[in-house]
């Protein structure tokens, strides 16, 4: 049974209005043991929106974590959106707070979130993939100070493609992995993917075993859950996708050093 959520959001993210404490209630009723708050922080987003008031919330967050001392653990965590030509500001941030865990993701391509349906509109759905890909891979090569990537295919659930088929892209995807594999970087199971509908956790069942064959280990798992009903979201789900590809561990972060604790 999985027992960490280390990919979840609070109101300090501007796509959540769920009070930290709150989610932190329902971690510990639902059996978790530990919880990682991962708030976006997303330099040059449009207009700023996703910009994280970090010492804001690393207070509320140690406020919370005295409440639950001995009940539930909480790390300290973040996501950093992963752009390339700002590899100097995210490598100053993230050595300046004190974080456990941190999830580098891709979420814009340049300057647009796929989340918009102009991203496609422009590109059209197998070149939007593609590019989507090949700026990650530009990211991952001009910075490293993370832990996990995260959602991989975060880009499908906003295709118009209704049949992704990730061997189209093994070309693109498999430098990416053997990026982060060669700077002992990790993996996440996001089990937002099943939310959207897509069928699979995050990353593609297909995706994962290749990551697997090229030698990769580090894998965590996360709801991405922004409100406390989605906590620990089909985490059944998540344990059986690794197993079936052959993983034995998952991981937990404490002070940027994983834990690897038997599936």
């Not at 939310?195 to 297909?206: F, M, R």
């Amino acid at each position: 049974m999985i027992t960490a959520d280390l990919h979840t959001h609070t109101s300090f993210s501007t796509d959540s209005d769920a009070p930290l404490e709150q989610m932190a209630q329902t971690a510990l009723e639902k059996g978790l043991k530990t919880i990682c708050f991962t708030e976006h922080m997303d330099f040059d987003y449009p207009g700023g929106e996703f910009f994280l008031d970090t010492s804001a919330y690393r207070k509320e967050l140690l406020r919370v974590k005295e409440i639950y001392l001995g009940r539930l653990e909480i790390l300290f965590g973040v996501e950093l959106g992963l752009i390339d030509c700002i590899s100097t500001t995210l490598k100053d941030y993230s050595e300046t707070f004190d974080f456990d865990f941190i999830i580098g993701s891709a979420h814009q391509v340049d300057g647009i979130d796929p989340y918009y349906p102009e991203y496609f509109n422009t590109h059209g759905d197998r070149k939007g993939i593609y590019h989507f890909y090949e700026s990650a891979l530009d990211a991952v090569r001009a910075f490293d100070n993370f832990d996990v990537f995260g959602h991989f295919d975060y880009i499908v659930r906003y295709s118009h493609a209704k049949s992704y088929s990730p061997a189209d892209f093994a070309d693109i995807t498999d430098q990416i992995l053997m990026e982060l594999i060669s700077r002992d970087r990790g993996l996440e199971i996001n089990t937002a993917g099943i939310h959207y509908g897509l069928g699979w956790a995050h990353p593609h069942p297909n995706v994962l075993k290749r990551y697997k064959e090229l030698g990769g280990e580090i894998i965590t798992v996360g709801s991405d859950a922004h409100n406390s009903s989605r906590i620990a979201y089909c985490f059944d789900v998540a344990e059986e996708m690794l197993k079936a590809v052959g993983f034995k561990y998952r991981a937990v972060f404490r002070s940027r050093k994983p834990e690897f604790i038997p599936l």
